[in-house]
Every structure is written in C-alpha cells, then in structure tokens.
C-alpha cells in the first residue's frame, strides 16, 4: 500500500473521464500520487468514477466496488470512495447496500472529497486537468445533462438539465491543453447541438466549433452526440469549410419507424430522418457518420424491425454501434409500456442488425485501399505502429496498421499513410 497514492478508476463515457482528469488534477496539487485505471492498484486511496445508463454498466460499476470493498476489508485499501452516475442515482441504497465505502459522491459534488480528506481546491488548477488519455489528444466536455426526454433514457434523470459552458471558458481550456502538446480535441456532450439554448435561446455549436478551429495549434475537431431533431444545419458549414473540423459526425439516431420514433419520445419522423442523412451527405462530402440504433423497444414489431433493416441498408453508416432496450426504472417507457419482447427475440434482432453492418463495414474499409490517408499515430503496438484517419475516434473506431519495419514513426505525430489492405475493422497501411 502507497502512502499519498490515490488510484481513480473511471466507468462509463468520456463524460465521466473528464471528470477524473479535473478531480486527479487537484489531488496532485496537494501533493498525491494518482494513478488511472491501474492494473495492480496498490494506493491507500481508492476512487471509482461509477456509469449508471443501462443494465451492464451498472452491474460493472456494482462489481468494481465490491471488488475494493473486498480490498478495502483485507487491508490492503485505507479508504474508498465512489462518485459518479450510479451514486448520484443510487446514493441511500449503495451506502445500505455496501457500507465499506467511506462516503459516496454523485455526479457534482465530487470536489467535496477535497475537503473531506483535509485538503482544499487549488484555484491554480481550475480549468486545468490531468490527462489520463495520450498526451496529443483530449475530451472537451461542453455541456452537462440533457433536456430531452426520450422515452427509454434514465440520464436526464441522473444530470439533470442541459446546462452550457461558456465558451470563454471552453476556448481557454483549449489553449491551454494546446499549450500542453494536445493536437486533437473529441467534443462531447449528453446533446452537442443543444449548446447556448441555455445561455440565450439560440444555438451556438456552430460558432463555437468554428473559434475552436481558429486557435492556432488546434489539429483535428471530432464532434460527438448531436441529436437529430432541430439539427443546427449552420454547423454543416463548419464542418465541410474549417480544414481542421474532421468530416465526422456521432449522431444516435435510435430507429427509423414512425411507430417507435413516436413511443420513444424523439420527437421526429422518418421523412425527416432519411432527409437528414441525405442533407449531411450532401453538404459534407464524404463524412463519416457515426450512430447508434436500438432494437426491442416495448412493442417493436417485425414490420419496425424491417423498417430499421432497410434503413441501415439504406444509409450505410461508416459506423455503428447498436443495443437491445433495457428497462430503466423511473423512465417513461418503464412507467407507460410493458417490455414484451423476449431476450431471445431482442437478441436475434441485434444479432442480424449488426451481421448487415459488419457487411457495410467490410465493404467500406474495403474501398478506401489504394487512397491515401491522413493518419494521426496513437502508440506501436507489437509489430505495428497504430494510428487512426480524421473519420475515426479515439477507442471505438476502426484504426490504421502500419509495420514498424520500416522508418520510425512518432507518437502523436501526423504522416501521409497509403492504404494496403482491409479487415473488418482495422485497415492497413505504409507511410508514403
């Protein structure tokens, strides 16, 4: 056991990363050690950043805990404390439930443990983080919370109301993580194209992606959870005009059938979801999209699940991640709609959803070999250096393999990259 070592481990969404790097960045100023996501944790301190969105994520978040309870009982732990979106939600039955933590923290008030322990904020720091991702990229959290109700979703229950940085401030963070070597920033927000509605009722996403692009040494902008309906079409122009705004886009658009989009609560149509992607297509050559679908919402009928098929057939999103429902308690789908579908049907669903996306996948990865690509180098990795192009992002999309026979490459670094061959989900690649 380390004295003065505190290990964070973070759950769940970039959202929740964030929010480590800004805690993790304090502790240092008071003169800990920490560490993130080790894999031999060995501090007197154990902090565990909880997801608490569906089903799996929760029993994930429940099982670490136990597991440094279980540490925490054996000695080898002094104190342990846990924050996030299952304690902001589950805060009275944890602490009945699993009495070994020292105190629970919800999404907000995660600094107290500041002063809990005897230490207060280093106002230095404010604005400042501690990166626990590679030096040359980083999150920027522009938002919390969401005003959208959506019909199947507990995270408005969980953070409460959108509520927009200012963008003095957002835009200060950037430079100083340019300051620090960061060359490429992942956007993120519970609902990307809701920012400013909050401040004056009006839409700001768009101006401040394009004073974003305008500080000198940012690289790359990659934009994620933009919500479909009232799309803010202004920030199309950004993205196709500003060099350095990556031609990606991460929208979870959900289903395709009037029938669901209406019991979900997404207030919009299909028309209007067929005429979105062919917009975004349009006014941005050759983005790659990014989304999300869910199959077996209460009253999914085979007619809504062919519906989702042809669309996924018809849109050919260069990336997409789906998930069967799970019921969330307190949402309006728990309170208004039984959920009648069968596990075994929900999953023969996902099953040949994502069989015909790994065919488009295939395909797509397939037609990039023999262009030449613009690749940003995350790590080397046995025989390989690994990279990604401005239509991927850090973690959840397809990366590019280059052979580190030849010359060597640096992290972080920028290199002209010719592609040679394709799987399903990674390309390869040689510098040109």
């Not at 290990?7 to 100023?29: H, P, R, W, Y």
């Amino acid at each position: 056991m380390k004295k003065n070592q505190i290990d964070f481990i973070t759950l769940g969404c970039s959202k929740n990363l964030v929010d480590s790097e800004i805690l993790m960045k304090q502790f240092e100023a008071n003169g800990y050690k920490c560490t993130h996501d080790s894999k031999n944790p060995q501090g007197e301190i154990a902090v565990i950043n909880t997801c608490g969105f569906i089903g799996d994520a929760k029993e994930e978040s429940i099982n670490t805990i136990l597991e440094f309870a279980d540490a925490k009982e054996k000695g080898r732990l002094k104190k342990l404390f846990v924050m996030g979106c299952l304690s902001q939600r589950y805060k009275a039955e944890l602490e009945k439930e699993i009495p070994q933590v020292d105190k629970y923290y919800g999404k907000f008030d995660y600094k107290q443990l500041l002063a809990d322990l005897g230490k207060a904020e280093v106002p230095s720091c404010y604005g400042k983080r501690t990166l626990t991702t590679p030096r040359h990229y980083a999150y920027i959290k522009i938002s919390e919370g969401c005003d959208r109700h959506c019909a199947y979703c507990a995270i408005p229950l969980i953070t409460g109301q959108h509520a927009s940085r200012p963008k003095d401030e957002i835009l200060n963070e950037v430079r100083e993580l340019v300051g620090n070597g960061v060359k490429e920033f992942q956007i993120i927000a519970q609902e990307l194209t809701y920012y400013g509605i909050d401040i004056d009722g009006k839409r700001h996403i768009a101006d401040l992606v394009a004073e974003m692009a305008d500080i000198p040494g940012v690289k790359w902008i990659r934009l994620h959870y933009a919500y479909p309906t009232q799309f803010p079409f202004e920030l199309l122009d950004v993205i196709r005009e500003k060099e350095n705004v990556c031609k990606y886009i991460d929208i979870a658009l959900q289903h395709i059938s009037d029938n669901m989009l209406s019991a979900m609560r997404r207030h919009t149509t299909k028309a209007e979801t067929y005429d979105l992607i062919k917009r975004i297509r349009k006014e941005v050559p050759g983005i790659h999209i990014r989304t999300t679908l869910m199959v077996g919402f209460p009253g999914e009928s085979d007619e809504d699940f062919n519906e989702l098929m042809e669309f996924t057939r018809w849109a050919r999103f260069e990336r997409m991640g789906a998930f069967a429902y799970s019921e969330e308690e307190g949402t309006y789908s728990a309170i208004n709609y039984e959920d009648g579908i069968s596990p075994e049907t929900k999953q023969e669903r996902l099953d040949r959803l994502m069989a015909l996306q790994q065919e488009i996948s295939s395909e797509i990865a397939a037609s990039k070999i023999g262009k030449e690509y613009k690749v940003i180098i995350d790590r080397k990795e046995g025989d390989f250096y690994v990279g990604r192009t401005e239509f991927s992002s850090p973690e959840v999309d397809p990366e590019v393999l280059i052979p580190a026979t030849g010359r060597r490459l640096r992290t972080g670094s920028f290199y002209n990259v010719k592609i040679t061959d394709a799987e399903e989900f990674d390309l390869y690649g040689s510098v040109i």
